[in-house]
C-alpha cells in the first residue's frame, strides 16, 4: 500500500510573468492606436496652420468637383513640413 499522492505535472495557474508581458502588449497596442487616430494630445501639431482638419468623404467629392482652387499645394505643405523638422531638430541639437 503506497502513501504518497500523486504529483501533478500541469498546472491550471498563469504565470505571473506571462501576465505582465500580455498586459504590457495589449497596453501599447491601445495607446499606438490611439496615437493613431490621434486621440492623445500632441503638442507639436497643435499649433501648425498648414495641416488641414480632416474632410468627410461626400464633401471632399462635391468640392474637387466644383472647384480645385481651395486646395493647399503641395509644395508648399512639404516645405512648411521640412522648416518644422528643421526647426526641430535644431532645437534638440541646441539642448
Do not use: C, H
Not at 41 to 57: F, I, K, L
Not at 74 to 95: E, Y
Amino acid at each position: 500500500m503506497t502513501l504518497y499522492q500523486k504529483i501533478p505535472t500541469t498546472s491550471s495557474r498563469i504565470d505571473p510573468m506571462m501576465l505582465v508581458a500580455a498586459a504590457g502588449i495589449v497596453l501599447l497596442s491601445v495607446v499606438a492606436t490611439a496615437m493613431i487616430v490621434r486621440w492623445l494630445p500632441d503638442e507639436g501639431r497643435t499649433g501648425d496652420a498648414s495641416v488641414a482638419p480632416p474632410v468627410p468623404a461626400t464633401a471632399a467629392r462635391a468640392s474637387s468637383a466644383s472647384s480645385s482652387a481651395d486646395l493647399p499645394a503641395t509644395p508648399v505643405t512639404r516645405k512648411v513640413r521640412d522648416q518644422n523638422s528643421q526647426a526641430r531638430a535644431t532645437q534638440f541639437a541646441s539642448a
